[in-house]
Each structure stands twice: as structure tokens, then as C-alpha cells.
């Protein structure tokens, strides 16, 4: 493998429908994850992140644009670069007439692992993802998270150089959402690379190396977690209840984001007590709290990554 784990160049797709307008999803993405690296494409519902996920995994052709796996075009030569993939979609379900063991098994055999290989690392995976208790039961019979851990467990078996998982903890409960981040930090630690989607900004801060805030089909910021973060301005958070109409009061003392009603000031600790003082005299209300991966996104989109 030579190359870059994944590189994409000006990647555009635009959805064309009969009687309707073009739909732009991407608009001009260049990107790269290097190897070992863990990486998320962080955005709202409809920014364009799991357009980018099928293209670079070979399930949907762009409209221009160039995606390398390990250095192969995989618009030239598709075949070359899906053994090196594995990949999570966002809607995808395990085969309902089979059993989480049966499904990781059959997958893994069908990628050429044999017998032995397949059984143990099945078996690893479905104690990894808390399956045991279920593995024997029909797909059709789970829950949607307990399918869902299933979709993430029979990926996770295969140990592919590259991962793509398009909102891979979506519907599960908090312990499962940790044992699949646990999971995927030991594959990168074993060399494996990883891209996901997500729309949880716990995720994206806790799990990846870099990430990238993606909206409309462009990449408006990238960077590590604490990067941007210190890109805002400040390293303490002022939400204003109802203070957005009074955002021209606030713009002096940092960073001023409103969402709705709401006012985020981001301030200093030098200029806190000044901002309490207006907001007092003001007879507004506010709450302080460190600055966190929210408010980097608020300032790269403009709005909430759970607005429509």
C-alpha cells in the first residue's frame, strides 16, 4: 500500500432529479486522513458527510473530483481499493434471517479469512460489542441498537486498513456508544484507519485525532479538537437566556454567536466579571461554563448542529 490512508481533491456530487433542480451535496471537498489516524467529518443532518462516505468507499460515483485509497483512483480501479475498505452505512441492517454470530462469520468468510480466523475473531467481536447474550438470536428479533452493534461488530472483525463508519453509534445506549469508541481506538492502535460521520459533538471531541466541520457540501473548518476550540477566542463560555437581541452590547468583550434566543459571549477570565456585571444590570440571566467543541461549531456554521 503506498500513499495516503485517504485523499480526496475538489470532490463534487450534484443529484440530479427530473423535474426538480440540482441538488449540490458536495461542493469542492479536499481532504486527507493519513494512516493510523482516526478522523470525523462533523456536521448537521444534510451537510453532505455520508455523500462523502459512499464516494470515497466506492459506493456512489462523484460528479468531478478525485478520491485516493492507499494511493488507487478509486474511480479508475474500484476493485483495487475495496479490499482495503470495510465499511458501517448509515441505514445498513445485519441480514434479518441471520444471527449476529452467523452474520460476522459469513462476512468474514466471504472476504477470504478462513475457518479459524473467522470464528475467533467473531467471537471477539461480539464480546467486544456486548453481543454474547444475543448472538444466537434472529436479527429480526433485536433491538435497533443491538442491530446496529452488530453492523459496527462485523466491521470492526475484519481489521481492514480502512474503516468507514457513517454515524456508527447511532440509537445506541451510552455504555455501548463507549465500547464501540473503545473498540475503535485499539484498531487504530493495531494500524488501522478510521473515518466516521457523526453528529455528536462528544464523539467527534473524544474519538478523533482531527476532525473536520462540514456544511452544505464544503469543509468550513478542520483541525484537532482543542484547535478549534482555541480558535474561538476565549476559553470561557457566557450563555445569555433571551440575549440574542442585545448582541451589539456584548461584541467588545470576545466572540458573540447567537442560536435562537440565545447569546454565547466568549470571553476571558480577565473580562468574566465585566460581562456578569451587564448582564446583571441588564436583568438578564446567564450561565458559565467552559468553551467546548459547540461553540467552535457555532462559530464555523452559524447555528446548532441540531437545527434544521
Request: proline content about 4%.
Amino acid at each position: 500500500m503506498n500513499g495516503e490512508a485517504l485523499r480526496s481533491v475538489d470532490l463534487r456530487k450534484t443529484y440530479l432529479s427530473r423535474g426538480t433542480p440540482p441538488v449540490e451535496a458536495l461542493s469542492g471537498v479536499s481532504m486527507q486522513v493519513h494512516r493510523g489516524e482516526r478522523v470525523a467529518l462533523l456536521g448537521r443532518n444534510g451537510a453532505g458527510k455520508t455523500t462523502f462516505l459512499k464516494i470515497a468507499s466506492t459506493l456512489l460515483r462523484p460528479t468531478s473530483g478525485r478520491v485516493e485509497v492507499f494511493g488507487i483512483d478509486i474511480a479508475d480501479t474500484p476493485d483495487r481499493a475495496r479490499p482495503y475498505i470495510a465499511v458501517v452505512p448509515q441505514e445498513g441492517k445485519p441480514f434479518f434471517h441471520l444471527t449476529p454470530r452467523e452474520q460476522i462469520y459469513t462476512y468474514l468468510r466471504a472476504r477470504g479469512f478462513g475457518r479459524e480466523v473467522a470464528k475467533a475473531r467473531t467471537e471477539g467481536a461480539l464480546e467486544r460489542m456486548g453481543l454474547t447474550g444475543f448472538a444466537d438470536r434472529l436479527s429480526i428479533t433485536l433491538s435497533g441498537g443491538q442491530r446496529q452493534r452488530t453492523m459496527v461488530a462485523t466491521v470492526i472483525a475484519t481489521e481492514a486498513p480502512l474503516l468507514f463508519l457513517d454515524e456508527p453509534t447511532i440509537g445506541m445506549d451510552p455504555f455501548a456508544r463507549r465500547e464501540v469508541w473503545a473498540s475503535l481506538r485499539a484498531l487504530t492502535q493495531r494500524g488501522s484507519t478510521i473515518l466516521l460521520t457523526t453528529h455528536y459533538l462528544d464523539e467527534a471531541e473524544v474519538l478523533s485525532d482531527r476532525l473536520y466541520i462540514v456544511e452544505h457540501g464544503n469543509v468550513l473548518s478542520s483541525g484537532t479538537a482543542d484547535e478549534l476550540k482555541r480558535s474561538v477566542g476565549g476559553t470561557l463560555k457566557v450563555l445569555i437566556a433571551d440575549g440574542a437581541s442585545q448582541v451589539e452590547r456584548f461584541r467588545s468583550f470576545g466572540t458573540c454567536v447567537t442560536d435562537g434566543l440565545s447569546l454565547t459571549v466568549v470571553v476571558s477570565p480577565s473580562t468574566l466579571s465585566e460581562v456578569m456585571d451587564l448582564v446583571t444590570r441588564s436583568g438578564m440571566t446567564a450561565t458559565v461554563g467552559p468553551v467546548t467543541l459547540e461553540e467552535a461549531f457555532l462559530r464555523a456554521v452559524g447555528r446548532s448542529i441540531n437545527e434544521d
